[in-house]
T-cell receptor, first 112, second 112 residues
């Protein structure tokens, strides 16, 4: 039973354009959401997060949007750069020390 | 300085063996975790541990056991290894209540 879903296994975007990665969740107890970036043979690296009391958080080229009523969040990267090519994981937490629940990841490919 | 380091990076072993993966963090965090990424690329929490509490994912076989000699270390012991244990195992750490976790580079375990 996947509580965090990333329905697009891969996404190809032209350099300079906007990349939009989507994530859906089912557990209403989640109150904190994160995006991680992962290169091959490396561990996930924290990118950006958002609390459930907000609907938007921005950090440079990265913006995360949260729609609580739809249980949906998205990561916008603009402009997309070649170094953004990686697997992006959406993750959620209910707080405390019980760890993160991850989606399956979306492989983002930035084309020159 | 690597914030979360785990050894070895690669581990090939035979079925039935007992093995350990070591993890150390130098961030001063009080909570450490083990995650498993299986062949389908799902990243799932196995354990979270701080000096007060061990939270175990109920799906984890009891052949897996975390051992923490001190706050900076959380080692993973696996007994009677099975073919299905082949996966990439990630160690992570964070402050309790802060879900932004820092991950190690991963240990690719192959059971033959």
């Amino acid at each position: 039973d996947q509580q965090v879903k990333q329905n697009s296994p891969s996404l190809s975007v032209q350099e300079g354009r906007i990349s939009i990665l989507n994530c859906d969740y089912t557990n209403s107890m989640f109150d904190y959401f994160l995006w991680y970036k992962k290169y091959p043979a490396e561990g996930p690296t924290f990118l950006i997060s958002i609390s459930s009391i907000k609907d938007k958080n921005e950090d440079g080229r990265f913006t995360v949007f949260l729609n609580k009523s739809a249980k949906h969040l998205s990561l916008h990267i603009v402009p997309s750069q070649p170094g953004d090519s990686a697997v992006y994981f959406c993750a959620a937490s209910g707080g405390g020390a019980d760890g993160l629940t991850f989606g399956k990841g979306t492989h983002l490919i930035i084309q020159p | 300085d690597t914030a979360v380091s785990q050894t070895p990076k690669y581990l090939v072993t035979q079925m039935g063996n007992d093995k350990s993966i070591k993890c150390e963090q130098n961030l001063g965090h009080d909570t450490m975790y083990w995650y498993k990424q299986d062949s389908k690329k799902f990243l799932k929490i196995m354990f979270s541990y701080n000096n007060k509490e061990l939270i175990i994912n109920e799906t984890v076989p009891n052949r897996f056991s975390p051992k923490s000699p001190d706050k900076a270390h959380l080692n993973l012991h696996i007994n009677s290894l099975e073919l299905g244990d082949s996966a990439v195992y990630f160690c992570a750490s964070s402050w309790t209540g802060n879900t932004e976790a820092f991950f190690g580079q991963g240990t690719r375990l192959t059971v033959v």
